[in-house]
């Protein structure tokens, strides 16, 4: 990330209440890094955008004095605006509804291609604030989830909260067609090789990341179980949730696979969505 990237935290505002949530989380993120908020309305009448941009450079000034900030109506796509703008952002903030050019990110195709583009971190605010300080989660698919684990490292080392990391996997075993059917006791064999690989994973993906923030306390669980109804149970308890976006290519469009999906509109806490490799 370049020096650029870490000094510019955008959110994207419309004037709901949801929206609004979305500029205090994002204020709050930018005061912890050190950076610079930039508040982005899309709208297609610009005339529209001055008294919301307004009030949200109002309430920012207000709660955070010292914060630098900056406002930009925008007459585009609210997707394509968030989108090209997260290139060279930190992190990039939206609400799960609003009513205006952000309205549905989470109810229609405007959130899901936001998240299958970005090109950083997104953070989707969802979920009732919580009002104790809890953990970061983390939730790991495979060794090709490092950047998504170096942000949750760094968000739990900017927050002074612990991370807990889960990985959840399971098992399917084809039998190729004209082939007779693996003996049971080689199907159990199977399993436990491959138990034991995956309960290795999350320590190997974790190790230089443990050296590098030697202060965070970082619990992990290897779960046998379909990955987004664990991730869904272990949001109860969390502050935010970290997940790698394994992006899929081959249609007209990038894709969100299907953990990505369920937690953006499921989970009890706000996600962060970090881009990764294509699947």
Avoid at 247 to 276: D, E, F, I, N, Y
């Amino acid at each position: 990330m370049t020096a650029q990237q870490a000094q510019r935290v955008v959110v994207g505002v419309d004037g709901s209440i949801i929206s609004v949530r979305a500029l205090d989380r994002a204020a709050e993120e930018a005061a912890l890094r050190g950076a610079t908020l930039e508040i982005v309305y899309a709208v297609p009448d610009l005339d529209e955008a001055e008294p919301v941009l307004a009030s949200a450079l109002s309430r920012v000034r207000d709660r955070y004095p010292g914060l630098p900030v900056s406002t930009a109506p925008v007459a585009a796509d609210p997707a394509q605006a968030l989108a090209s703008r997260s290139r060279n952002a930190a992190l990039t903030v939206v609400g799960t509804r609003g009513l205006g050019g952000f309205a549905g990110l989470l109810l229609g195709s405007v959130s899901l291609r936001l998240a299958a583009h970005t090109h950083g971190p997104l953070l989707v605010v969802r979920g009732e604030p919580n009002p104790n300080p809890g953990v970061v989660l983390l939730g790991i698919e495979s060794d090709a989830d490092t950047d998504a684990a170096a942000y949750a490292f760094e968000e739990a080392a900017r927050r002074g909260a612990p991370l807990r990391v889960l990985h959840a996997w399971t098992y399917r075993h084809r039998t190729p067609a004209g082939l007779s059917p693996t003996p049971p006791d080689r199907v159990q064999d199977d399993i436990a090789r491959h138990a034991k690989a995956e309960e290795a994973l999350p320590g190997q993906v974790m190790a230089p990341l443990r050296e590098k923030h030697p202060h965070v306390a970082v619990e992990t669980r290897t779960v046998r179980s379909g990955p987004a109804h664990a991730l869904l149970q272990a949001t109860l308890g969390a502050d935010v949730v970290v997940i790698a976006a394994h992006r899929r290519h081959g249609g007209p469009s990038p894709q969100l696979g299907p953990v990505a999906h369920a937690l953006l509109h499921h989970a009890h806490c706000p996600v962060v969505v970090v881009p990764g490799p294509a699947a």
